[in-house]
């Protein structure tokens, strides 16, 4: 794999907006309320997160999520539209972390960091196949 550098990209950022759907709310995961459950605004940080580098990834390179640090502030209610924004901050070799935060009409509901890596896709799917 070519090595791909972001080291420019530091300090940029890109942002999703999401209308909360019956299916991404914490009572189709099970625990009853209709708000946006804490799983799909982990998701959607992560997505923000690859917006920031999709110019840069093609095949066969992809990015892979690796880690969350971030807390859920508050809730976000079914139908309701949630802004999620993510920053690069640092780069390691093929290692990158994102500060990300989400906002509703109210208020900030998510803060934290997300950090992916950057892999051969070719590789990564190797190493699936070997798990299956």
């Keep these: 794999m070519t090595t791909i550098h972001f080291d420019d990209l530091i300090g940029t950022t890109a942002s999703l907006t999401h209308t909360v759907t019956p299916e991404q709310s914490a009572k189709a995961w099970g ?6 459950a804490t799983p799909v605004l982990l998701w959607l940080s992560e997505i923000a997160a690859m917006k920031v580098i999709e110019d840069r990834i093609n095949d ?4 892979v999520g ?22 690069l901050t640092a780069v390691d070799k093929r290692r990158l972390t994102f500060d990300v935060e989400a906002r509703d009409n109210h208020a900030a509901v998510l803060r934290g960091t997300h950090t992916r890596a950057v892999v051969d896709r070719h590789s990564f799917t190797e190493k699936l196949a070997a798990r299956t």
């Design 31 to 36: 625990n009853g309320l209709d708000v946006l």
């Design 66 to 87: 690796l880690a969350h640090d971030s807390a859920h502030l508050a809730p976000t209610p079914t139908g309701e539209t949630v802004t999620v924004t993510a920053t």
């Design 60 to 63: 066969p390179a992809m990015s």
